[in-house]
Structures are given as structure tokens and as C-alpha cells.
């Protein structure tokens, strides 16, 4: 019986390897692995702009689109990604498509495709230089101007098994073209960010206000960090439909890094991917996937975009400061010294902190109005008297509210300056006033984790430890880098012991000891913990390390009530202490 043969008119992108059989003379292996890795980059990148391929034979490939858009956007996509795949070697080792396009009426059976549209698409590829492709005029007159690319004409060829020429251009990334085009804009002093529109990967074209959707309340999101430097959403929706360049688009919006997504609906499944890239060496910083069903579009939207927020933030900060970790000191301006004091603050050794309140000086001394430098000499002064007992308390917590204070009036809207000031405040002895001081940072910025984790110690200190729990839960969410933190879990820690979840609290202790083994402070709320159990032997080693790592922390928190600790969670951390051995 013959095959069902249908006729349709598409898109057909055909790619063949350049000088395919010199390099298999030359390294027949080498040139095999090169073609799975080319292969596996292709294919993938096919599926994304909702091509299928319909054939494969050695180093070919022939695919078709439903949209010429996206087929020629694909041919562009493809040489870059396998021009970056190869960009560390040498010219005569490099593997190298040339990629043809065309639209025309094709014929398809078994998932087959045939027809003179196909042949003008394989003489196409066969007339581009390696890396490059060339496209016919009907390509050319559909994508003119909406694709982010050059056409220059090569004129009508006359090409093989073909009576007609073929009027050819070859396809080019599209420059300025007036000289007097403005410069790029100067990279502003802190982490700059923009929010490229997601693209529709579906054939539901109702998912493109859902796309766009996502990435303006990504935008909105981020733009309420205060350590961010947010494009507004009219600049970065000025690429959408275009195919983009992440090093250009950097370029062009003065940013560091660019977020990328794509959305694909299957039935009532969505697929929502989203990349981070450093636009100026084009290093992915970050990527995630996400699969949810549709069962309420709307509170799916608001789901993606909190879960793609949170995780951007402390990507940035992380890349951030290994960025300023690569420089030389010497080199430093006010916002690398900043973060070299932020990563030592991570580092939380005695020797480390001391470091921090170096580089926050520094960031004050080269920039005396950059708000950074104030609020993180600040915590630094708070880490090195009440954790490391390296600064006389009072004296220290003076010096730290006086810097904070200044950090608010050269900046009344960093949320930043306002979490750490109601940090000291409360370890001051004023809660009401470090809630006043919180409540402004979570106004001012509704996902910074400080001011989540340092809420979560109000409430934990006077007498909300549930509700304390659930906000220092809320801030290892926001930011993932606090769950290796010596501060943030033992926040944790605390908040179960006030709670009563002595196993809770143990484990959390454990966590805290993994990655600071020489952490002051936990070993005495580990012990506590292990008494209220009853774990005695496993108490008293507990309690021997509370003592003799840091006599002085032990002293001035066990012999005498610290400001912030009530009469009666003292007692009842005393109560533990006793239970494990403790004879005081």
C-alpha cells in the first residue's frame, strides 16, 4: 500500500559540517566526539525554537519550523553556540556548520521531507562560508526587520539540479550603523541586571502574554533589591523577537548580567526555563527548570516568578564577590573591596571578620558616600564583639549604630542600612525599635533576607519563637548561601530550643558545626539541647567545647544575661546547661 505523501509550506533549515572528511582523516575520534557534543548542542537548540528534525544522515542535519522566525533565529543561535563550543581551538581543528534556509512548499511522508524547497535549502548551505549561513529572498522579505541580523545580497545563483537561480544572502549580525550612535553606557557601581522578554516556545500564541508576564514581574521583583541595579522593563522588551547577542545586549544596557527564559505548554503541563549569563565574558552564572501544571495560570505565574527571583539575587551576590575574589587588592574600587568584605563576613573566622572590617574601611575610605561600606563595617563590628569577643561589646555596638546610622542618612532608602541597624538595636536591648527599623527594610525591599533573618530573631527573642522559626525559614529560602552561614543557623538553632524541639535543635546544631567546626557560640546551645534530652555524655562533650573554645563568649552569655535574651529564656537555656553538666 503506498505511504500517505501531504504537502505543506515550511521552513526548512539544512546544516552540514564543513571539511567534514579532512578532519575524520585527521583525527577520526576526536572528530566523533566533536560531532555527539555539535549533535547534542543542535538538537536541543532545534527543540527550543519548535523546530523537529526530520532527518539526520552523518554530519547533516535537516530540520523544519513553523515559523520562518524562528527557523532563522535557530541558524543564528546554532553558529553561536558552536563558535563558543570551539573558540579555544585551534582554526584547522575546528568543527564548523554551514547552515542554509529557505521556505518554500515541501512534501512529507513518514516524517520524510521532499520536494525542490528542500534542495533549494541544501544548495543554500552549500553556497555559506563555514560558520555562516546564507537564506533565500523569501526568507530575507518575511524576517527583514524582525530579526536582529544583517542580509547582505549575494545576488541570484545558479545552483545544481535547479533551472532557476536562487537569490541568495548571506546572514550577518546586525551592527550600528551610524557613526554617531551614542556609547555604551558606564556599568553602575553595584550589580546590574536585565530581564530579556521570555520567549514563546509554544504553538498556543495565548502563552505570550503569560510569557511576558513573567518577565515583567521578574522585573518588578528584582527591582526591590537594593543591592540590584534593575533596567526598566520598556528597554529590555525592546529585544523581544529578536535574536540576541547577551555580550551585545550587555553592552548596550550598560548591564553585567542578562536573564534569559523561554515558556513551552504541553496540555495542561508548563515548562518554564531561565538562564543567568555574565554578559561580558558570557559565563552562565545560573539556569533552572520548572514543570508545573496549569490548574490556576495565575497563581503559576506568581509561583515561577518568586522561585526565579529568590534564586537570582544571591547567584549575583555569589558571582560577585568570586569576581572581586580574582582581583588584586591593590586594584580594588569601593564596591570589589565591599564584596571581599562580604565573602570574609562568609568565611565567619575570627581572623576572617577582621579582614571583613578591613576591606569595609577601605570601601569607605575610596568611596566615602557609598552606603556598603558603613553597614558592612557595621556587622562586622557586631560579629567581632558578640560572637568572636574581639571588641570590648559596648564600645563596639556604639561605633556599629553610629555607622549604620550614617549609612541611612547618606541613604534613607537602602533597605540594606535599615536590616543592619535593627540588627544592633535589638542586640542592644531595643526590640521595639529594631522592629521599627525591619518593618522599613521590608517595605523597602519585601524579599531581603537580612531583614527576614534578623525579624526572625525579634520574634525568636521576645517570647514568638514559632513565628521567629518561620521567618529565619523564610530567609535560608531567599538566600540559599545563609544555610552555610555560622550566623543564620545558629539563628535556627536558638529558635527550636525557645520552641521546645530539642531533636530539631540539635540537628540544626549539627549543620552549623559541619561547616564551622569552630563556631563560639553553638556548642552551648548544642549542649542545652542534648540535657533538655537527656543525652547526658553527648551533653558534657558538648559542654566541654562551649567552655574551653571560647571561655569568654561562655562567660559573658552563660554568667551574665546578654540584653536581648528575656529572664525567662535565660533561665530555660540554664536549665539545659545544668542538665548537661554544667554546675554553675
Not at 82 to 93: D, G, I, N, S, W
Not at 314 to 335: C, F, N, T, V, Y
Request: proline share 4%; charged share 25%.
Amino acid at each position: 500500500m503506498a505511504r500517505h505523501v501531504e504537502r505543506r509550506l515550511t521552513t526548512i533549515l539544512c546544516a552540514d559540517i564543513a571539511e567534514y572528511s579532512r578532519l575524520m582523516r585527521a583525527d577520526e575520534d576526536g572528530t566523533m566526539r566533536g560531532l555527539t557534543a555539535m549533535r547534542a548542542i543542535v538538537d536541543a537548540l532545534i527543540a527550543e525554537h519548535r523546530g523537529r528534525i526530520a532527518n539526520t544522515a552523518g554530519d547533516s542535519v535537516l530540520a523544519e519550523f513553523p515559523s520562518v522566525v524562528n527557523g532563522l533565529v535557530c541558524a543564528i543561535a546554532i553558529q553561536r553556540a558552536v563558535a563558543k563550543q570551539y573558540e579555544e581551538f585551534p582554526a584547522h581543528r575546528r568543527l564548523r556548520y554551514r547552515i542554509g534556509v529557505h521556505v518554500g512548499d515541501v512534501m512529507t511522508r513518514a516524517g520524510d521531507l521532499f520536494g525542490d524547497a528542500v534542495n533549494v535549502a541544501a544548495r543554500l548551505q552549500a553556497l555559506a562560508e563555514p560558520g555562516g549561513i546564507c537564506v533565500s529572498a523569501s526568507v530575507r522579505d518575511h524576517v527583514a526587520s524582525r530579526v536582529s541580523a544583517t542580509f547582505v545580497d549575494a545576488g541570484p545563483q545558479q545552483v545544481k539540479s535547479l533551472a532557476e537561480p536562487v537569490h541568495v544572502f548571506r546572514v550577518g549580525c546586525r551592527e550600528a550603523a551610524s557613526p554617531a550612535r551614542a556609547p555604551a553606557p558606564a556599568l553602575p557601581d553595584k550589580p546590574s541586571v536585565a530581564v530579556l522578554p521570555f520567549a514563546n516556545m509554544s504553538a498556543d500564541p495565548e502563552q505570550e502574554y503569560f510569557a511576558d508576564g513573567i518577565a515583567e514581574d521578574i522585573i518588578t521583583a528584582l527591582s526591590r533589591y537594593p543591592s540590584l541595579f534593575v533596567i526598566a522593563r520598556n528597554s529590555c522588551f525592546t529585544y523581544k523577537g529578536r535574536a540576541i547577542d547577551v555580550k551585545q545586549v550587555g553592552q548596550e544596557l550598560g548591564v553585567r548580567y542578562v536573564l534569559e527564559g523561554s515558556l513551552r505548554r504541553a496540555g495542561n503541563r508548563i515548562r518554564v526555563s531561565a538562564q543567568l549569563t555574565e554578559g561580558e565574558t558570557g559565563k552562565h552564572v545560573w539556569a533552572e527548570r520548572y514543570d508545573r501544571d496549569l490548574a490556576d495560570i495565575f497563581a503559576v505565574q506568581d509561583e515561577i516568578t518568586e522561585a526565579v527571583t529568590t534564586a537570582i539575587a544571591p547567584a549575583i551576590g555569589h558571582a560577585e564577590q568570586q569576581r572581586a575574589m580574582r582581583k588584586p587588592p591593590d586594584s580594588l574600587d569601593a564596591w570589589g573591596a565591599f564584596q571581599r568584605g562580604v565573602w570574609h563576613m562568609m568565611a565567619f573566622t575570627a581572623a576572617d571578620v577582621e579582614r571583613a572590617r578591613e576591606f569595609f574601611q577601605k570601601a569607605i575610605d575610596l568611596d566615602p558616600n557609598f552606603v556598603g561600606g558603613y553597614y558592612g563595617l557595621a556587622g562586622a563590628l557586631i560579629q567581632s564583639a558578640n560572637i568572636f569577643m574581639n571588641a570590648e561589646p559596648a564600645e563596639a555596638l556604639a561605633t556599629a549604630e553610629a555607622l549604620a546610622r550614617q549609612a541611612i542618612a547618606l541613604d534613607g532608602t537602602d533597605a540594606e542600612a535599615h536590616a543592619c541597624l535593627g540588627r544592633i538595636l535589638l542586640t542592644r536591648g531595643n526590640p521595639e525599635g529594631a522592629r521599627a527599623e525591619i518593618d522599613r527594610a521590608l517595605a523597602l525591599s519585601p524579599n531581603l533576607a537580612a531583614a527576614h533573618a534578623t525579624m526572625g530573631s525579634i520574634l525568636v527573642f521576645t517570647g514568638q519563637p514559632k513565628e521567629g522559626l518561620a521567618m529565619l525559614e523564610r530567609c535560608m529560602r531567599l538566600d540559599p548561601r545563609e544555610s552555610r552561614s555560622g550566623v543564620g543557623v545558629n539563628q535556627l538553632v536558638i529558635a527550636h530550643y525557645f520552641c521546645r524541639e530539642y531533636e530539631a535543635a540539635v540537628e540544626a546544631a549539627q549543620r552549623v558545626i559541619n561547616v564551622h567546626p569552630d563556631h563560639p557560640l553553638v556548642y552551648r546551645w548544642l549542649a542545652a539541647a542534648l540535657g533538655q534530652l537527656g543525652r547526658s555524655e553527648e551533653a558534657r562533650a558538648a559542654l566541654d567545647q562551649a567552655m574551653t573554645r571560647s571561655p569568654a563568649a561562655f562567660d559573658a552569655y552563660v554568667r551574665r544575661r546578654v540584653a536581648w535574651h528575656r529572664p525567662e529564656d535565660f533561665e530555660h537555656t540554664l536549665d539545659g546547661l545544668r542538665k548537661a553538666g554544667w554546675d554553675g
